[in-house]
């Protein structure tokens, strides 16, 4: 998908790699950057695109006292339930798709850094993204930042477990970042890349 005047870089790849500090290095450097994750709390607020939808399929039981949706209570519904899981997704992902091209469309800025951990088993790579960045880790940095969030070491693994090995990661990536190392040689790594999209130094 190519919009005019705009590249648009699909940033993606296992838990705990650190895609949200790529994506706020890309930030600093310009880019409009939009967290899918973010964007699919919003469509299931109250008013939102989604919320209706998920409210009907999951019932009131979700709700919390507020109106809003108790989103711990839906995530254990559906991260036990293959079947719920996909649902939610068949009503969430339209939503969200239509939010995120609304917003590449509306910024005014040339490049557009998208984080979504799902960017490529929904689908969104090919139809908003120009390239893929797949952001990559050694699997003892992963675990160890998985551990700082709260996570005991047998729920960091069982998440491990439950993504894409990381070697389909890299067989559908047009660049691979390697964040195993330090913030510095993160940003190296992205600012190469950004220098390339950009043409500057050149």
């Known amino acids: 998908m190519t919009y005019a005047g705009k590249r648009v870089i699909g940033i993606t790849g ?24 973010k964007v699919a ?16 399929e999951f019932g009131p039981d979700i709700l919390r006292p507020d109106g809003r949706i108790d989103r711990a209570r839906l995530a254990d519904i559906v991260f036990n339930d293959p079947d719920a899981l996909r649902r939610l997704e068949r009503i969430v992902h339209p939503a969200v798709y239509q939010e995120i091209k609304g917003r590449i469309e ?8 998208l984080e979504a951990i799902k960017l490529l088993e929904a689908g969104l790579s090919l139809s908003l993204c120009d390239e893929v960045w797949v952001v ?15 996570m005991s070491e047998e729920e960091a ?3 491990l477990a439950a993504q894409m090995p990381r070697t389909e990661y ?3 990536a047009d ?16 600012e190469q890349q950004w220098r390339r999209l950009t043409g500057a130094g050149e």
């Open 14 to 37: 296992p838990i705990g790699t650190g895609k949200s500090a790529v994506l706020k290095i890309l930030e600093e450097l310009g880019a409009e950057v939009i967290d899918a994750d």
């Open 41 to 56: 709390h919003q469509v299931m607020e109250p008013g939102g695109a989604a919320y209706e939808a998920v409210v009907a």
């Open 106 to 113: 509306a910024t005014d800025k040339s490049i557009v850094a």
């Open 136 to 150: 990559v880790a050694d699997e003892q940095v992963q675990l160890k930042r998985l551990k700082q969030r709260g």
């Open 157 to 159: 693994r069982r998440r």
């Open 170 to 172: 890299e067989r559908r």
């Open 175 to 190: 660049v691979v970042i390697d964040n195993s190392g330090s913030l510095a040689e993160l940003r190296q790594q992205v």
